[in-house]
């Protein structure tokens, strides 16, 4: 029987039991909330302090009236507290923010209001249709007529513009021309268009594709008409966005108009004509800054970002319909087929930036870095003529992928945030590039609020899970990985990490799952790769082996070649880090045989530093350098852990030591790839090993452990304990490091009885007893 509060909750929200806001709705007579058809868990209070508000939204809700409703003065004595505490929980349930909130709104002193367009099933109707549409009763010789009349018409209509908090849902444009080549083409330019303005905001694809989903209608629908009404109230959006195009005689007439969801009223139109159909992307770029100016937006704003289609995007039709079909194909995770459109996209226009970034993001997801980087270079010369989104974009992913400084992309993400506050990209990039930097409560922050902002791009949710690892939250990077298959985002990356977050909780029956979701996929190889690596960690070195060898099989099979050569490598470092010498060299030398991708190289000149090939080595890590001059991660952390791993094995340590200097304030910038780890931690806990300091390393050896989420089934945790205790027996604690040997034997209980690291081990604890 439902709290005797909460009924009362019920009976005072608005007349409908159903209330909806942005996406998510509430049935005040049962209490749930859900965001798209997922139920979202809220504790009692919270849920009750939601309905308090929603009762009366926009209206400061005062903290008496909120005590006196949820709280019951005998029932409650630290009401400040637990009003706190109710509000933040309920923040965190929607994705809200206090210092720059969406829903819930703070009013010092007094209360909280809600914020956020509010409506009730009661109020849901769809939009009034066209009243004429433009082109039913057009003629040639009437365009200019209807232009006068469809203008003044507007003014004495119009309604409300919107604010800087409204979205719009850009509708499917109705082509009534016959020419197939309109079609999807100009709703991406109109997107192109409206993208580059501070104050408007465009509902995104992938949300209205799972909105589409939860209406069990396919992603892939038109939407227009009812459905596109029925999309813009369950996501609270205030405005949809219709355009048409026909032809009249050589002439074609495209007319856009912007109505209210809840209404119908109109709140723009505008209309231009092009003499040809070369011309049509020019007008649409004019009539898309015609209904920016209409729509609110100030004529300052729109004369500063308002380059023009052709220049932010491209003159080709045939270019930008390819490109709109890459980019359907990325909204489904689909990087291989949209990679193709893109690469036509090219084709078409050889100067169409928007298109590069495309591609260079694509091969990125891929992990391909050599053409990510080929053309996110190739965007980065284009970039003058392109909008203002769109060069911190290209920018900012230039120096992510070819350049890789770090703290250059996220000046760049910084500048993109001040300029376009409610864009979730910069937010879910600079996400990834405060993990590389090992800023990972930073990481954290921008992850939930790319979420917020966005809560359909798996990219959000896959920044989150890893900084949630890299914390050592298992379970909630579990968590966050497992919203993301909720949010159908059944992406590769999502179950690698989904896999290594289980692996982490020692969740057997979750990684088993993983693994059979990628049979079968193109990327199967890399949760293939991720079983080899976890049989390693527990020193099962003959079934690591097996399983690499089939890793590398299917990715060459599907000629990735990059892939094939990143596996043999890390088997490579393996080998050697489990005292195998002979075969780590062969395996480095054959995966430089098929590729010599960045990460090839750093790995295997690692490998081959730590098997005494010095000079081979040494060549790598020139070639590292010379290749890659603002890399942050190869200059401040790889090429010092390569040289530091020559000194030891030159028998040098305090030489090692000298060159880890540099990489101090960098230890924990981390790749994302799948050699992440902590390699110069590594390197220098092994040089103080070596130079005699047993408490100075076990310190770096603990580093090591207190990170188990930047190596979640990496073989360098396990071998941690085993360094870790050979560097405390070297500082006398021998009670302490027959513990550390303790853990290491356990944790390779199951291993293989040849591994040489092994039989040194256990021959060392045996003289402990």
Request: glycine share 6%; aromatic share 8%.
């Amino acid at each position: 029987m439902p709290d005797e509060r909460e009924t009362g909750m019920a009976q005072a929200a608005p007349n409908s039991s159903t209330i909806r806001f942005d996406c998510f709705e509430v049935d005040a007579g049962t209490g749930d909330l859900r965001q798209n058809g997922v139920t979202v868990r809220l504790q009692p209070q919270p849920l009750h302090l939601l309905l308090a508000l929603l009762r009366q939204p926009g209206r400061v809700v005062s903290r008496e009236e909120l005590r006196r409703s949820l709280w019951p003065e005998e029932t409650f004595v630290d009401f400040d507290d637990g009003l706190h505490q109710a509000a933040a929980k309920l923040r965190e349930a929607l994705g809200d923010s206090a210092q720059s909130p969406r829903y819930i709104g703070t009013v010092p002193r007094r209360g909280y209001r809600f914020i956020a367009q509010v409506t009730t099933a009661d109020e849901l109707s769809a939009p009034r249709r066209f009243s004429k549409r433009i082109l039913w009763f057009a003629t040639a010789a009437g365009v200019l007529v209807l232009v006068a009349v469809s203008a003044v018409v507007f003014h004495i209509r119009r309604t409300s513009a919107l604010t800087e908090r409204d979205f719009i849902l850009l509708a499917d444009f109705t082509n009534t021309t016959g020419d197939p080549v309109f079609d999807a083409t100009l709703k991406q330019a109109v997107a192109v268009q409206l993208g580059q303005s501070p104050y408007l905001s465009i509902l995104s694809e992938r949300r209205v594709q799972e909105t589409l989903a939860y209406m069990e209608r396919p992603t892939e629908e038109r939407v227009t008409g009812a459905v596109a009404a029925e999309v813009c109230q369950r996501c609270g959006v205030k405005a949809m966005l219709r355009g048409e195009i026909a032809r009249l005689g050589g002439r074609y007439v495209i007319g856009l108009e912007a109505v209210n969801c809840v209404t119908g009223g109109p709140l723009a139109h505008v209309q231009e004509t092009a003499d040809s159909k070369e011309k049509v992307l020019e007008a649409i770029s004019k009539a898309s800054s015609g209904l920016r100016r209409n729509l609110g937006e100030s004529v300052r704003s729109v004369q500063r970002y308002d380059v023009p289609l052709q220049e932010a995007s491209t003159s080709s039709l045939e270019a930008l319909k390819a490109y709109s079909l890459g980019r359907v194909q990325v909204n489904r995770g689909a990087q291989a087929e949209a990679i193709t459109h893109f690469l036509r996209a090219v084709e078409l226009d050889s100067s169409f930036a928007s298109a590069y970034v495309e591609l260079s993001l694509a091969y990125g997801n891929l992990l391909r870095d050599d053409e990510a980087n080929k053309y996110a270079t190739k965007a980065f010369e284009l970039r003058q003529r392109v909008s203002e989104r769109e060069r911190l974009d290209i920018e900012s992913r230039y120096t992510t992928n070819a350049t890789r400084d770090f703290l250059k992309t996220v000046e760049t993400l910084q500048q993109w945030v001040r300029t376009y506050p409610r864009d979730p990209a910069p937010r879910r990039r600079l996400a990834f590039r405060y993990q590389n930097l090992g800023q990972f409560e930073k990481a954290l922050a921008e992850g939930r609020e790319a979420i917020r902002l966005d809560p359909t791009h798996p990219g959000n949710y896959w920044a989150l899970t890893l900084a949630n690892l890299a914390l050592n939250r298992s379970a909630e990077a579990k968590a966050a990985a497992e919203d993301a298959v909720e949010h159908k985002h059944d992406n590769w990356l999502t179950h690698f990490l989904l896999y290594e977050a289980a692996f982490v909780l020692g969740d057997a029956d979750t990684m088993r799952r993983q693994v059979e979701w990628a049979k079968g996929q193109p990327e199967e190889h890399a949760l293939v790769a991720a079983q080899a690596a976890s049989a390693a960690f527990f020193g099962r070195l003959a079934e690591a082996r097996s399983i690499y060898r089939r890793a590398i099989e299917l990715a060459a099979r599907n000629d990735d070649n990059e892939h094939a050569a990143v596996y043999t490598a890390g088997q490579a470092l393996i080998e050697a880090s489990f005292g195998n010498h002979r075969q780590a060299r062969e395996l480095a030398a054959k995966a430089l045989a098929i590729d010599r991708a960045r990460r090839v190289l750093v790995v295997a000149a690692l490998t081959l530093a730590r098997t005494g090939d010095r000079a081979q080595a040494g060549a790598l890590a020139e070639e590292l350098r010379q290749r890659l001059p603002k890399d942050l991660p190869v200059n401040a952390i790889l090429l010092p852990a390569i040289r530091a791993e020559i000194g030891i094995s030159r028998g040098q340590p305090a030489r090692a030591l000298d060159h880890l200097q540099a990489a101090l304030p960098y230890e924990f910038v981390i790749e994302l790839g799948y050699e992440r780890n902590l390699t110069a931690v590594e390197a220098r806990a092994r040089a103080l090993l070596a130079a005699g300091d047993g408490a100075g390393a076990a310190r770096e050896f603990q580093k090591i452990l207190d990170h188990r989420g930047l190596v979640p089934n990496h073989p360098a945790y396990a071998l941690a304990h085993l360094g870790l205790a050979r560097a405390l027996l070297l500082a006398g604690d021998t009670a302490k490091s027959r513990k550390a040997y303790e853990d290491f034997l356990a944790l390779w209980k199951e291993a293989d009885p040849d591994i040489p690291v092994l039989r040194q081990a256990r021959s060392e604890y045996g003289k402990l007893k």
